[in-house]
């Protein structure tokens, strides 16, 4: 099992950055495929970007790709995503999740972090 949490949230003006981070317990971190997903008002929840235990990236949205960059330092037991240009559509809930590979469902769920982009 694995255990998360989500950190790094709050309220930024539209074209400026965020970094939130995920720190992970347990010492089988590296062995997870960790996913960003991110939840906003009256929408549901959509997976943002994906790497892999062996640093393989996927965006899974198109309007973040070139804007966010997702990583992950195994050593630090930390996922994190690192959002530029940011815009008012970016604004959510942002969940980090952790799914043990070759499992096709994220397990186990960080408890979000708010991110309020003001225009």
């Known amino acids: 099992h694995v255990q998360l949490q989500a950190f790094g949230g709050g309220l930024v003006q539209a074209g400026g950055s965020l970094r939130l981070s995920c720190a992970a317990s347990g010492r089988t971190f590296s062995s997870y495929d960790m996913g960003w997903f991110r939840q906003a008002p009256g929408k549901e929840r959509e997976r943002v970007a994906t790497?892999?235990?062996?640093?393989?990236?996927?965006y899974n949205v198109e309007s973040v790709k070139g804007r966010f960059t997702i990583s992950r330092d195994n050593a630090k037991n930390t996922v994190y995503l690192q959002m530029n240009s940011l815009k008012p559509e970016d604004t959510a809930v942002y969940y980090c999740?952790?799914?043990?590979?070759?499992?096709?469902?994220?397990?186990?769920w960080g408890q979000g972090t708010l991110v309020t982009v003001s225009s």
């Open positions: 999740a952790a799914r043990v590979m070759g499992v096709s469902i994220y397990e186990y």
């Open positions: 790497i892999s235990p062996s640093g393989a990236i996927t």
